[in-house]
């Protein structure tokens, strides 16, 4: 485990371990609770104005947390989880996605700290040259946010999954993800 502090303006410091499949019903609800339903809304980071029903499932976590080409780090405060974020390597690059941080520290700078973790343990871990991720085109504030700390657009789009629950109920027509791409130094 290792601690980071997250910032001049939170002294309290967070640890970021590797998720064991004994996480994957905690991980399910931090990741549900940044993303769906209700109390995505007190949070930035919420789809629910696009997307009803579930983000993932504790199948699909345990998928990410089993695969030896993968991992999902866990972030805890004081010992209760409060962040996670999958990383996949991909030969040159590393996938970054269920990125959730509970949606009453949005905004904090958390995020910063999480997704920094992230692409420096992507470049130790693997020698990866860039970090992907692909981005819902109609969360502009959130494509915005990722675009300040490096992350360009590439005009790759992929149709949302529309039909298949398994990634949400879309509440509108016309939903794609585009690829944003990050050299890693």
Not at 2 to 11: F, H
Not at 65 to 91: I, K, N, W, Y
């Amino acid at each position: 485990m290792d601690a980071v502090t997250t910032g001049a303006n939170d002294v309290t410091e967070v640890t970021f371990r590797d998720a064991t499949e004994a996480d994957v019903d905690d991980l399910v609800a931090l990741i549900e609770s940044a993303y769906r339903g209700e109390s995505s809304r007190t949070g930035w980071t919420s789809e629910a104005h696009l997307l009803s029903g579930r983000r993932t499932d504790a199948e699909g976590v345990r998928a990410v947390v089993t695969a030896p080409d993968s991992r999902m780090l866990a972030v805890e405060r004081d010992g209760a989880l409060v962040a996670c974020c999958q990383l996949q390597h991909l030969g040159e690059h590393a996938y970054f996605g269920m990125f959730a941080v509970r949606p009453a520290l949005q905004g904090a700078g958390l995020g910063k700290t999480v997704l920094a973790e992230a692409e420096r343990r992507a470049r130790a871990a693997w020698g990866v040259r860039e970090m992907h991720m692909t981005v819902i085109t109609a969360r502009e504030d959130l494509i915005a946010w990722y675009e300040r700390r490096g992350y360009r657009r590439t005009g790759r789009l992929t149709p949302f999954p529309y039909g298949d629950e398994r990634f949400g109920i879309p509440q509108r027509p016309g939903l794609e993800f585009e690829l944003l791409v990050k050299p890693l130094p």
